[in-house]
């Protein structure tokens, strides 16, 4: 039985709304599966830089989500931001460390009479990971996990047919449908396909050249 990482924080939240407005309701509630909230955003700091890409690629393999910079995460006051965001240094930086690259939108909003900034990270139809380590994150309430191989699974599962699932060498990944597939080749783009036989249907990855 595969493990349930559908669930989902419940959101009264309406995205077509104000982007002000819709930063004031992120404000009004906590942490989740789909808020994070940062005091600062200090792109010299490696450890800062690693951290937005986790988030991103958490955001990402999830339902998608929203880091407000600016707002202290446990009070929520709105402390703001000395400069605004930097739109083409953040996307360089996600861009360098997630593999295959996360989407973001990135915006500058004043509020209360003060900047903050708002990166936003749609569901992807692909999984995501860092690329320097290949860690796969998911997100869960307001903390970002490591997934576990059968996650990973279930996440590649869960995308498009086209879409395409990076995995590193020699895995074995462990699929509640169809058992255990050996994959190799480095670091190579795989193409998810079903294949129909006489008794069974089952997933096969075939590498793209």
Not at 75 to 91: C, F, M, S, Y
Not at 170 to 176: G, I, M, P
Not at 193 to 200: D, E, L, P, Q
């Amino acid at each position: 039985m595969g493990i349930d990482i559908s669930h989902s924080v419940g959101s009264s939240i309406d995205m077509s709304q104000p982007i002000e407005e819709f930063v004031r309701q992120l404000i009004k509630g906590r942490e989740n599966r789909e808020v994070d909230f940062k005091v600062a955003l200090d792109l010299s700091l490696e450890k800062q830089r690693v951290g937005l890409a986790e988030d991103s690629v958490a955001f990402a393999n999830a339902e998608g989500g929203s880091i407000v910079i600016g707002v202290e995460n446990n009070t929520r006051a709105v402390e703001g931001i000395l400069q605004p965001l930097d739109h083409d240094k953040i996307v360089q930086s996600i861009t360098d460390l997630t593999e295959p690259p996360v989407a973001v939108t990135i915006d500058n909003i004043e509020i209360d009479g003060r900047i903050l900034g708002l990166i936003r990270i749609p569901k992807s139809t692909m999984v995501h990971q860092l690329r320097k380590d290949r860690t796969v994150y998911i997100r869960r309430d307001g903390i970002n996990y490591k997934a576990t191989r059968e996650e990973q699974v279930q996440l590649s599962d869960e995308r498009d047919y086209n879409s395409r699932v990076y995995l590193s060498e020699a895995e074995k990944l462990h699929s509640s449908e169809n058992g255990v597939f050996m994959l190799s080749g480095g670091m190579q783009h795989y193409r998810k396909i079903r294949k129909r036989g006489n008794m069974s249907e089952s997933v096969v990855f075939l590498p793209e050249f």
